[in-house]
């Protein structure tokens, strides 16, 4: 009976330990950066681009660093300048900043991710989003045709 008793204690206290470390990791893990409205705009020329929105639930800012899809021979990062009269679309380096409880909206006319050498009549892509806390962030997202937006 002592032996059963000692097993049984022991056993609770492993399960207990165990639950107490799983809760413990799962608090300190970072909350992970979520998507919104995630659509692939493309024009005949193979060429398009992608617009999201990204919604950082933590503490801290994070940044989207770069985005592949197997679909897109090159996926840059860039936004729309206006100086003056002027409008240019300019490569973004150093990332896209998503503030700590706060969003980032990818839009036409401003920040979005370029896309180039499309593979053809595709109707939904696959996309990798790095950003440098959250990690790898994967997306599916639904293509339409540029020339009915305009």
Known sequence: MR???TL??????LTQTGCARRAEASATMPLTVSVESPVA???PSHVGALYLRLINPSDDDDRL??????SAQDAQ??????TGDLVAMRPVTDGFLVPPHGTLTLARGG???MLFGLTPAVTRMTFTL???RAGAVV???????AMDEE
């Open 3 to 5: 032996l059963a008793t």
């Open 8 to 13: 049984a204690l022991t056993a609770l206290a």
């Open 41 to 43: 705009s493309v024009l």
């Open 65 to 70: 660093v770069s985005v592949e899809s197997p």
């Open 77 to 82: 990062l860039h936004d729309v300048v206006h």
């Open 111 to 113: 920040k979005h991710v």
């Open 130 to 132: 790095h950003f440098e």
């Open 139 to 145: 997306v599916d997202a639904p293509v339409r045709s």
